[in-house]
């Protein structure tokens, strides 16, 4: 089930490695440098897709 994450929770994106995330903006928004939403497959665990 596909799942929002709240801003506070956008660290457990941060694992991701910039090879996996090709995307600048993307990038900016997990490290809370642009605004945007992050929707995870797992909320907990989220995986790169």
Request: proline share 8%.
């Amino acid at each position: 089930m596909i799942k929002e994450l709240t801003p506070e929770n956008f660290y457990r994106c941060k694992r991701f490695s910039q090879d996996e995330i090709l995307n600048m903006e993307a990038l900016a928004v997990i490290n809370g440098m642009n605004p945007g939403r992050i929707f995870v497959d797992n909320g907990d665990d989220p995986l790169p897709v």
